[in-house]
């Protein structure tokens, strides 16, 4: 059975602190790892980590897969209050539909 | 583009009613999903379907019926809607082939009394 971990389940930060959240997976014929943004609404895609491209940044966001550790990392740098948000990771191994950890709750407070 | 839409957005049902909640999207995406998220559990996996006509069951299929007749519209059926059921539904969307990401509607948050 695929699985998706994040820790921690739930953070709390100053603004403009740095944040890294973590993503370790057991997926059968691994193929991409996804990180999504949800604030009260539906998921936003943020970024897809590949064997082929395991390295993503946009602005102070940023994202490392580690196909050794089958862990990968959200990072994000000077944290604003609109960055408070579940954070989650999912995994797709094929056709089916992704497996996604619990999430992380990022709160930052100003 | 309206994307992805979903109907109703909120819904107050009994127990034992059938629901179908709706899915629409506008992009001509070969797959289509069906999550339900509830704490605790973050989403899971309802059932999926790869192309019209073709459906499958995902991790927690059981009292929900799909269907999928025309490429963009994706219903789902709780044919007698329990209390465990109450959770908040998600219909998704993605390309076929090795593009993984997976694009999502605003959501149906479902109440069972």
């Known amino acids: 059975e695929d699985k998706v971990v994040q820790s921690p389940l739930s953070l709390v930060v100053h603004e403009g602190d740095t944040v890294t959240l973590n993503c370790s997976y057991e997926?059968?014929?691994?193929?991409?790892l996804l990180w999504y943004k949800q604030e009260k609404k539906a998921p936003t895609f943020l970024f897809m980590l590949?064997?082929?491209?395991i390295e993503k940044k946009s602005g102070r966001l940023s994202s490392i897969l580690d196909k050794k550790e089958l862990s990968s990392i959200l990072n994000i740098t000077a944290t604003q209050t609109g960055d408070s948000a579940i954070y989650l990771c999912?995994?797709?191994?094929?056709?089916?539909?992704?497996?996604f950890g619990k999430g992380t709750h990022l709160i930052i407070q100003p | 583009d309206a994307g992805i839409t979903q109907s109703p957005r909120y819904k107050i049902t009994e127990t034992g009613r059938q629901v179908t909640l709706m899915c629409h999207q506008t992009?001509?995406?070969?797959?289509m999903f069906w999550y339900r998220q509830d704490l605790g559990h973050g989403l899971r996996l309802i059932y999926y379907s790869a192309a019209a006509d073709i459906t499958d069951k995902g991790e927690v299929p059981d009292g929900y019926v799909v269907s999928r007749s025309k490429t963009e519209n994706f219903p789902l059926t709780l044919e007698s809607a329990t209390r465990s059921q109450t959770s908040v539904y998600f219909c998704?969307?993605?390309?076929?082939?090795?593009?993984?990401?997976?694009?999502f509607g605003p959501g149906t948050r479902l109440l069972v009394l």
């Open positions: 997926v059968t014929n691994f193929r991409s």
């Open positions: 992009w001509s995406h070969s797959y």
């Open positions: 590949t064997s082929s491209g």
């Open positions: 999912a995994s797709g191994g094929g056709a089916d539909g992704l497996t």
């Open positions: 998704a969307s993605r390309l076929a082939g090795l593009q993984e990401t997976q694009y």
